[in-house]
């Protein structure tokens, strides 16, 4: 069974920094790429970064800001974020699926990844 977890997120105030953390089990990263999204209030859920065997993908909106990372021993994808703005406010998603996209240079939608962790609420306050 295939589970992704997230941990890390939480309030912080504007410029301010937060890790996130995806635990995966039940598939090996091999042949997958694993993405983070966001929904923002009111608002569609948006790829925000993906990973892919040596090929890594930002949003315009976080390039220089969020970093991205795996740690294959592990299992785990982290998403560094720095300089957080109050637009970061959302729930964020750890995400794993075929990684045509990703080895494309695009994110993709949230219909080009098949499995979804439960989110967890990034707050950026000022």
């Known amino acids: 069974e295939v589970q992704l977890v997230e941990s890390g997120g939480g309030l912080v105030q504007v410029g301010g920094s937060l890790r996130l953390s995806c635990a995966t089990s039940?598939?090996?990263?091999?042949?997958?790429?694993i993405a983070w999204f966001r929904q923002r209030p009111g608002k569609e859920r948006e790829g925000v970064s993906c990973i892919s065997e040596d090929r890594i993908h930002y949003v315009n909106s976080v390039k220089g800001r969020f970093t991205i990372s795996n740690d294959n021993a592990k299992n785990t994808v982290t998403l560094q974020m720095n300089s957080l703005k109050p637009e970061d406010t959302a729930v964020y998603y750890c995400?794993?699926?075929?990684?045509?996209?990703?080895?494309?240079?695009?994110?993709?939608?949230?219909?080009?990844?098949?499995?979804w962790g439960q989110g967890t609420q990034v707050t950026v306050f000022s």
């Open positions: 995400v794993a699926g075929a990684p045509r996209e990703c080895l494309s240079w695009r994110v993709g939608g949230p219909e080009d990844y098949e499995y």
């Open positions: 039940g598939f090996t990263f091999g042949g997958y790429a």
